[in-house]
């Protein structure tokens, strides 16, 4: 095989690998949407919470990694429980534009909490996978990358069958296709409300954690693979669990190929704003994305 | 006493001023601005001008998500291509200020045009992300068009300059600022007694119904765009001469949602409102920082802890007064003035 081909299966293989982190932060976001039509503009603070403390319980406080997992993913669950009833609650109603700048305050107070407690140097985070990479064929495949891609998968098809089968998930589903009638046959929808902000700390903090092992530290800069969330949600569709696979695997597949092949002609960076190019051309032609329900209101 | 509204003529139904003290306020509060860096030091100049900048700009956003109802968190975006835009033409095209500040804005309005055309197809929430793209791709024509903006370094601007002498001083550019906060406020003001204003407002508070009564939704949003993107194309023309150098840093997401902030602190939908955002958001920083230096004593860490303790007190800012005050400072203002009225007859 040629050096051109493997160049860009590579590239191919690690974007569907972090695609996947992706759509594992985007599950999050989406759930918010569906169940409280709330769009939250805080998700990279949120990997960066659960990077934190998992770097904190790893190697800060040195448990071992089958107590300090769990610890993380709890302490995750709580912060969705106080962002829940503290911040969204009080303002279910009230216009869009509180809704999205009552996010970005609670996003500033989780940065600034995070910041005063463990200062923002990058912090060396445990290598949870080998790093030795192997062969597939002529294409080195880094573990991590293989791993990470497991784990996501693995774990969007436990919330798969969560949502299919639990009395829970289906709470959530009746929630998400209509409010008034899951609550007058017994849904309590704050409940949904709260249980959707924690899935989306969890999911979140177990993106910070698989990123965090990726690049080998965490610092504020994992906050900006939050924001690749919106890209995702809006190729997938705002509204839609199926979309957030689709569209994080994709997304990811088109900022490593532009990066690899375009970085040289615009001089770098071009991985950065690619899936913000995608995201204007996308809204402006078929807004509710790829398997989104086409109630988008044109003006 | 009067006690409520006698508007008996059009003249006085048009009226910005209700009463003549207000009038008497006013003139007093500009001749002491007029006086201040007669008498105050760097530090607060330099504080008082970054107000005025503020201000400009936070009237522009309050302009376009107040009055029209359009969300855009591309501030910060408009401000950056007035800040290079001015540093552009006035220290590279060797233009005078007084060329370049307007040219820059014309440039800005222009980018908000294309910046509005999503405004036409979304609303709401998708509008919002729309605008947070554009933030994104235009930071990035920033950085990377390297022979204009020299990159992520940015350059350094030349100052403004009046009758050759140049405007390099805090106590300056103090003048060239207040010099255009002042017919910034007074034309957004008036903006909002004319039909075009007015049409804005019918857009923010019912798109539909606004276009049945004849308001073109298309014309309106897009102007919109255009005169909020004016006003922060002067703001970021003014930044550029203050700090006398312009990078891209300066004008981050989080520059677009301080300004998000100020008018939901200060009030949406009111210019005094904007005012006073701008006014709360720029000492919120500085009283931090009073407050770190006082407490070194006590506990010597206080001054590393000012960017996070800023982040947490200025999310903390947004979330209370949403919850609390969703009006803002401007509604405040409104209940403490009715209350000193009547007073001591409250009722």
Known sequence: MNDQLVFLLQLVITGIAVGAVYSLMALGFVLIYKASTVVNFGPGELVLFGAYVAWATILNMKLPLVVALPLTLVVAILLGLVIERGVLRPLIGEPIISVIM????FASVVRGVLNMTWGSDTRPFPALFASEPFRLGPIPISPVHLWSFVAVM???????????????????????????????????????????WCIATVVSALGGIILGSVRGGVDFSLADYGLKVFPVVILGGLDSVA???????????????SGGYLDPIFGGGVKEVAPFVVLVLILMIRPYGLFGKVDVERV | MQCGDFRVSYASDERIFETRLPVVGLVALLAALALVPLVAGTYWLDVLNRIGIAIIGAIGLNILIGYTGQISIGHAAFLAVGAYGTAILGSKGGLPFWLAIPLAAALTSLFGLVFGVPSLRLKGLYLAIATLAAHFITTYGIIHWEKMTNGVLGFNVTPASVLGRPLDSDERVFYLIYALVIPAVFFAKNLFRTRVGRAFIAVRDRDVAASVIGVSLYRYKLLAFVISSFYAGVAGGLMAYHSRIVFPDAFSLLVAI??????????????????????????????LKLGA???TGVYPNAFGLIASA??????????????????????????????????PYAY
Request: aromatic share 14%; charged share 10%; hydrophobic share 60%.
């Open chain 1, 102 to 105: 009552v996010t970005f305050g």
């Open chain 1, 154 to 196: 693995l774990l969007l098809a436990a919330f798969s069958l969560f949502f299919k089968f639990s009395l829970l998930g289906t709470a959530m589903r009746a929630t998400a296709d209509n409010q008034q009638v899951a609550q007058s046959l017994g849904v309590s929808v704050k409940g949904v409300f709260a249980l959707s």
């Open chain 1, 243 to 257: 979309g957030v696979i689709v569209g994080g695997v994709l997304i990811g597949v088109l900022e490593n190929l």
């Open chain 2, 258 to 287: 301080d300004y998000l902030a100020m008018i939901i602190i200060g009030g949406m939908g009111s210019i005094l409102g904007s005012i006073f955002g701008a006014v709360f958001m720029t000492l919120l920083p500085e009283v």
């Open chain 2, 293 to 295: 230096t006082s407490l």
């Open chain 2, 310 to 343: 800023r982040d947490i007190v200025f999310g903390l800012a947004i979330i209370i007064f949403l919850m609390y005050e969703p009006q803002g400072l401007a509604w405040i203002w409104l209940r403490f003035r009715s209350y000193w009225k009547l007073w």
